[in-house]
């Protein structure tokens, strides 16, 4: 007899696809909702799930570090001496589900519908950050030795702006040592089109207050003759972009790079369809900055969005009052070489340079990230191409990403690593939305994608 020839990881991959996909839907079955306290023994759930699947694909040192609020799953796999060592990055939490009510299935009971998964955090990110142990269980399974050395990071706080995770990877500097990271929180432009985010956006988000007078007052013994600044934050708010729309905060721009033909027409490149993106949107038609494509608004430029207003009386029925307070939200969306702390600061003290006489204004900076530009030329990019190639069938288009992903940035600043952001979502998986899926040939597609990608690097580092 002709013995069986022993499955590579690939194969392996592919004759496990069931039971893969059965493992995803036990990890989204666990409500792993950071942001809500009532959630922290399901967030701690979920680490330890994550803990125990690395070990069984054949990470070792693994453990779960506490933090002071949700643990950092950590695991290993170091048994390529002199090879490049790859430092994966997820994350295991997932936004709140509501409104609930929205959801056509329960968000946490995951529903297999028309090829895809549906369920809370199917996309983000956990079945992306699966994808990564799938891949090593691959190997494991197919008794063949990892190319590369593997160090796993996989937090529980991401999506409540990661306030524990710079002091932890800060801490571990040295055991987390690495030639290049990977990340899969991102999306494919299209449906079997593999795109390679190269950039990202960072993130400056303030909450304003204004005052007027000390107390609420009757809007008929008062009303016209002081101030309301409900009224006076909105037309705050109103200046805030000129009618080119572009933001008027001063020196917004001046750290902006500019965009070169070249990259306009690599952007330019990645299918875009106009009408598909305004009814995903439900909109009209779109609007922002004069002189940029959408593509180009949504990546490579920044924005300044009022995310929430507030004050007065919005109890039913009818209150005439003019309040002593008003409240908004904004949020600005930074491009490289912006900083998140100094347009905070620009944006207050232009803030209160629009404030009438009359009005304080107390801006306090709730949180931020700072934006991320790799390399197109970085070799693991190349390597990451060819790796989408393999399993999709198609070469990847290079993206800018409108969101954002402040880890790039602090493995970049605390560890001197270039990260390729391999991404297998679609932007309609409703991510942070009601009815969240992944595709389920994605996930298959995407652990293929990381073995791939995992084979090319040696080469593409050496």
Not at 78 to 94: I, R
């Amino acid at each position: 007899m002709t013995p069986t020839a022993t499955p590579t990881p690939i194969e392996h991959a592919r004759r496990d696809r069931d039971a893969a996909l059965a493992r995803l839907q036990d990890f989204v079955r666990i409500p792993s909702v950071s942001t809500d306290p009532a959630h922290a023994a399901d967030v701690a759930r979920a680490a330890e799930w994550l803990a125990d699947r690395l070990r069984a694909a054949g990470a070792q040192a693994v453990r779960v570090d506490p933090t002071a609020r949700h643990p950092i799953v950590y695991g290993e796999w170091l048994g390529a001496p002199g090879a490049p060592t790859v430092l994966v990055y997820g994350h295991y939490d997932v936004q709140p589900p509501d409104p609930v009510e929205l959801w056509a299935t329960p968000p946490f009971e995951p529903t297999l519908k028309d090829g895809a998964l549906y369920a809370r955090g199917a996309s983000d990110d956990k079945g992306q950050a699966l994808t990564h142990v799938e891949a090593l269980a691959a190997y494991t399974a197919a008794d063949r030795t990892p190319p590369v050395n593997l160090k796993y990071v996989f937090e529980g706080e991401e999506e409540i702006g990661s306030p524990n995770l710079e002091a932890w990877v800060r801490a571990h500097a040295a055991d987390l040592a690495a030639d290049v990271a990977v990340i899969s929180d991102t999306a494919m432009v299209a449906p079997g089109q593999p795109s390679i985010v190269y950039a990202l956006r960072g993130l400056s988000y303030l909450e304003v207050e204004v005052t007027g007078p000390p107390r609420d007052l009757h809007s008929g013994q008062f009303g016209g003759a002081v101030r309301n600044p409900i009224n006076a934050l909105c037309a705050m708010i109103a200046q805030l972009h000129d009618a080119d729309g572009r933001v008027t905060i001063p020196g917004f721009y001046d750290p902006v790079r500019p965009l070169d033909d070249a990259e306009r027409a690599s952007l330019a490149a990645a299918p875009f369809d106009a009408g598909a993106f305004r009814r995903a949107a439900g909109a009209a038609g779109s609007w922002g900055e004069a002189g940029y494509s959408a593509v180009e608004r949504m990546g490579a430029r920044p924005t300044l969005d009022a995310n929430g207003i507030w004050g007065g009386f919005t109890g039913p029925g009818a209150k005439t009052v003019l309040p002593s307070k008003a409240f908004a939200k904004l949020s600005m969306r930074l491009v490289p070489d912006q900083d998140s702390d100094t347009v905070a600061a620009q944006c207050a003290a232009h803030l209160r340079s629009l404030a009438p006489e009359g009005i304080q204004v107390e801006v306090r900076n709730l949180h931020g990230g700072q934006p991320a530009m790799i390399d197109r030329a970085h070799p693991a990019l190349r390597a990451a191409a060819r790796a989408y190639e393999a399993a999709f069938g198609r070469a990847p288009v290079f993206t800018r990403e409108g969101g954002s992903i402040p880890v790039v940035a602090l493995l970049g600043e605390a560890l001197g690593l270039s990260s390729v952001m391999l991404g297998f979502g679609l932007p309609d998986d409703n991510l942070h939305a009601p009815n969240e899926k992944f595709e389920v040939e994605h996930f298959h597609k995407g652990i293929e994608t990381v073995i791939a990608f995992l084979d090319a690097l040696p080469e593409a580092l050496a």
